[in-house]
Each structure stands twice: as C-alpha cells, then as structure tokens.
C-alpha cells in the first residue's frame, strides 16, 4: 500500500493556478504497517517521488494598505533610523596601495582635509607591510571612523612577485574577524568594542610612466579586483602632459579589459545618480595631482604646487581630477562602496570558505573510510 502526503500547503499550491501541477507528493513506501511508531515509519521510508520544488513557494499578494485614522507616529522612523546611526557613527576603511613615494599619504590627507602627522618612507624595506590608522572625524555632528591603511615597502624590493600577498592576506583577515563576530564566536559588539575594519575601498596608485600598466599592477589588481572594490588612479599626474593624458589613460584601460582586471564602477541603477556616475566612470582611471601645501593664487588660497613655470591646483578640474574623485569617493558613493563590500565580496569570501570546509570535510571522510 502506497500512502501519498499532500502537504497543506501543496493542497493551497494545487488552488493556484501557477503552481497547479507542483503539488508535492510523497511515498512513505510500502507498509501495511500502519502503526505511528516513529523508528518504524523511519526504517521503511522512501523518498523516492519528491518533486522539484518551484524556485519560490510564496504565492505573491499585494501587501494591504490600510489608512490609518489617526498619528501613529510612523513618520519619525527615518528620524530615528538617523538617530541610531549617528550615535554609532559611520565607518570607512580605505586601503591604499602603491609603490613608496607616489603620494599616498598625501592624497589622504587631502581627500580628508586633515593633517596627520607626517613620516616619508624609504626604499629600503625587504617586504611589503600593512599599516593601518584609525580616525574619529566630525563634519556637522556626523562622526566617521576612518581607518587608512598604507602598503609599506610595496614595489621597493628587486623581486615583487609575492608583494600583493600581505595585502589579501589582510584584507582576508579582516572579512575573518567580521565572520566570527557575525556568527557569535566573539561577541565584541554586545559590549561595543567591534570595529568593522573591512576594506571598503581600495585606491591603486599607479604610476605616471606614461606606458601602461606594470607587471606588479596587473599581478595586483588582479586578486584584489575579486576582493575589494578597486579604483585606480594615476598618481602624481602632474608630470604627464595634456596631450598624453589621454593615450595614457587608453592604455591603462586596454591593458585592464586584456587582462580581464575587475575594478569597480560607479553604480548606475539609482536614477538620482546614475547620470553623473555613468559620466564618471567614462573618466576613470583619475589622473590625481596631491599636496599638502597651500599657494596663493590671486587673492585666494588654494591647495596646490608651485613650479618656476606655474602653480597647478588640485581642486581645480582643468589641471586634474581630484574633485571628481572626492566626489565619487566621498560624497556620492561612500554608502554604496560599504554596501557592495557587504553584499558581493564579503559574501564571496564566506562562499569561498565553506566550498573549502565542504571539500575538507568531504576528504576526511574518504579517508577515514579508506582506512
Ligand atoms: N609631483 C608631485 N609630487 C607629489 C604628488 N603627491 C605627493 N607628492 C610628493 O611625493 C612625495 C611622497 O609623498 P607621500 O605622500 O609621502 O608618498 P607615499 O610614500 O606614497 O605615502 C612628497 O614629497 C609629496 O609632496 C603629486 O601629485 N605630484
Ligand atoms: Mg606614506
């Protein structure tokens, strides 16, 4: 005798006409056992027949909406909404790599307005080290927790084959330490001491030779394109010309589509900003000219750098792009940076990671059955 179950809600599904023939149906086997004993029902169990199951069960229904009679106060939600984040303040970590003296540090300290205090490095490091530094910044009552962090010694050694290592290494580390908050093993955030130190951005110095990209670039930008949002930039542009510009930038741009480099795009799916993204996208990489000094030009003074032929000025958009880059960067791409390394490479990394506790898993079991 073969008992078919319809579940209550395969019987609701058949009522639909969409999931008419998905009813779910299965064999409990052959028994004329009809004890409820629940070993025995088990032990002659066959689930031979289960059917497909459509992708969603859910049948879709209009959500009701129902006018309210009176204030119920659901206006004030993104007030406070605001309230909670603003309390907590908002984080961004920005990783920095590129060769020493390419002006990292002083192109942070310009996106940022502020002054850190200042070591210049040398050459002579026989590896590449990670250093991070964290800020509490304040702009009309909205606190930001920045952290940089810098690639010391990165391109300073005679062989640069291993230099992007330390570099996923960290950014690898620190996607581990957000998991094990999230899954409970450290509970640092009940007492509020967790610090979300995963890279939001990563801003790839590279340099003006004019040519193209390096062996070291595309070594690089080829792992971290799959681990962060990568932007490149070309640094310290000042020493190209105008008419160069351009070429140098097709170059950059041939040599990332060749070798099938990821970098992230500005998002074009919110209509508020999708124009000026689009817009922006076409411009990358960002040619960047940085400085810490400020000159008089006029009766006004800005950032820039002095030259016996001229002063160039970094917010200025005919001498280079800086201001699209703070822009992009900052004003109108910061959240949806935080949001794709939460949603595509944070979510990679724990897809990664348990494809390789599934193949571990599944190795130690044929070997100890082997054995
Ligand atoms: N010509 C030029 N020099 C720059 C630029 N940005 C920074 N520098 C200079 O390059 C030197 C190294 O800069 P630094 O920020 O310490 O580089 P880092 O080692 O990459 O952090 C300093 O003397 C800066 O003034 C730039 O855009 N153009
Ligand atoms: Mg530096």
């Known amino acids: 005798m073969v008992n078919t179950v319809r579940s209550a809600s395969g019987a609701r599904l058949a009522a639909d006409s969409s999931f008419a023939d998905?009813?779910?149906?299965?064999?409990?086997?052959?028994?004329?056992?009809?004890?409820?004993?629940?070993?025995?029902?088990?032990s002659t169990m066959s689930f031979g027949s289960v059917k497909p199951r459509p992708a969603t069960r859910r049948t879709e229904r209009p959500i009701r909406e129902l006018t309210l009679p009176g204030h119920v106060g659901l206006a004030s939600l993104p007030e406070q909404f605001m309230k909670s984040v603003n309390r907590n303040g908002f984080v961004f970590n920005l990783l920095c790599v590129g060769e020493t003296g390419l002006g990292k540090s002083t192109l942070v300290d310009c996106l940022f307005n502020t002054g850190y205090e200042y070591q210049p490095r040398m050459h002579h490091s026989s590896a590449v080290k990670l250093e991070a530094n964290t800020y509490d910044l304040c702009e009309s009552n909205v606190h930001l927790k920045l952290t940089v962090v810098s690639t010391i010694g990165y391109g300073d050694q005679v062989n640069r084959e291993d230099n992007f290592r330390p570099i996923v290494e960290y950014i690898e580390a620190q996607f581990k330490a957000h998991a094990r908050e999230e899954s409970g093993d450290s509970r640092l955030r009940a007492v509020g001491a967790y610090h979300d130190a995963r890279v939001h951005a990563c801003l790839y110095f590279l340099c003006p030779t004019g040519h193209g990209l390096k062996s070291i670039d595309i070594a690089c930008m080829k792992v971290l394109g799959t681990k962060c949002n990568v932007i490149p930039i070309i640094a310290k542009a000042d020493t190209i010309a105008k008419k160069e510009l351009q070429e140098f930038k097709n170059r950059i741009l041939r040599d990332i589509e060749a070798n099938e480099l990821k970098m992230y795009q500005f998002p074009t799916d919110d209509e508020s900003v999708a124009g000026i993204n689009a817009l922006m996208n076409m411009h990358q990489p960002f040619a960047i000219?940085?400085?810490?000094?400020?000159?008089?030009?006029?009766?006004?003074?800005?950032?820039?750098?002095?030259?016996?032929?001229?002063?160039?000025?970094?917010?200025?958009?005919?001498?280079?792009?800086?201001?699209?880059?703070?822009?992009?960067?900052?004003?109108?791409?910061?959240?949806d940076l935080c949001e794709t390394t939460h949603t595509r490479h944070y979510s990679l990394y724990k897809q990664e990671r348990y494809y390789r506790l599934v193949k571990v898993t599944i190795r130690n079991f044929y070997s100890r059955s082997l054995r």
């Not at 400020?294 to 000025?313: I, L, M, T």
């Open 22 to 42: 998905e009813t779910t149906s299965i064999d409990i086997g052959s028994s004329d056992n009809t004890t409820n004993d629940y070993d025995d029902v088990v």
């Open 289 to 335: 000219i940085a400085s810490r000094d400020f000159v008089r030009v006029g009766n006004r003074r800005v950032r820039g750098r002095e030259y016996p032929w001229g002063v160039v000025q970094m917010e200025n958009e005919q001498h280079c792009d800086f201001v699209k880059l703070r822009e992009m960067l900052v004003r109108t791409n910061m959240n």
